[in-house]
């Protein structure tokens, strides 16, 4: 089977808590991911704002000397404080997620809740759709994310993902080490999808967006 090995990451897109958490290593790391970040030369990419884990990424990856892009719908921007960087406003999610996708090289989730969660599967979804390359990390900071992987090992098992996709998100638990996986990471296709081709991907954020349009003036009978 085919695999193609991703270019050099000059971004990075993080996703992650609106909140601290309760253990203060969760901040640690936020920051000493942004620290690292920097020290490699690789902008960032996040959900806007200043608050919580996301505003600790940002402030240390801006301070070190990265550049910085929030990506924050215009409704959440009222409860999420200043961006750190440069600000992008947009109408909804879903242009959200699209946007991040676009100028995202790789994707990190440090510990978070429900956001967090459904944007680190929403860009697997559509690695699996072959509709991006792009490498996918779990940094499992104090073993937060232990359940999950054993969860997917086992959705694995009982033969409703297949290993190749389960293998296209990777972990560690330092953000050095994850950097370097995603970095060396080789995209494998799902045998499935890979035979999917799709726009490319500015043409597909104009579909997104034709889409987003024809969304709006839909009204259900």
């Known amino acids: 089977m085919s695999t193609s090995t991703v270019s050099k990451i ?25 620290i690292t970040l920097a020290k490699k030369k690789i ?12 505003g600790k990424v940002a402030k240390a990856a801006h301070a070190g000397g990265s550049e910085v892009l929030g990506i924050i719908p215009i409704t959440l921007a009222n409860l999420t404080g ?21 100028h995202s090289d790789a994707f990190i989730a440090l510990p978070g809740g429900f956001g967090t969660l459904e944007k ?26 232990d359940k999950l992987l054993s969860f997917l090992d086992d959705v694995v ?14 972990s560690a638990t330092s953000e050095g080490e994850l950097i370097d996986l995603l970095q ?12 999917l081709n799709w726009p490319t991907s500015k043409s597909f954020l104009r579909v997104s967006k034709i889409m987003i349009t024809q969304a709006r003036k839909f009204k259900w009978r």
């Open 184 to 195: 060396g990471f080789s995209h494998e296709p799902d045998p499935s999808s890979s035979q």
């Open 43 to 54: 902008h960032l990419v996040y959900g806007g704002g200043e608050v919580g884990l996301m």
């Open 120 to 145: 680190i599967f929403h860009i697997i979804c559509w690695a699996q759709l072959n509709i991006h390359n792009k490498p996918i990390g779990l940094l499992n900071v104090n073993n937060y994310y």
């Open 157 to 170: 098992e009982q033969g409703f993902i297949s290993l190749a996709l389960r293998r296209m998100l990777v």
């Open 10 to 34: 000059k971004n990075i897109c993080v996703f992650c808590g609106f909140s601290a958490g309760k253990d203060s290593i969760y901040e640690e790391v936020a920051e000493n991911l942004g």
């Open 82 to 102: 200043p961006t750190i960087g440069e600000e992008m406003k947009v109408d909804n999610m879903y242009e959200r997620i699209t946007q991040m996708i676009e």
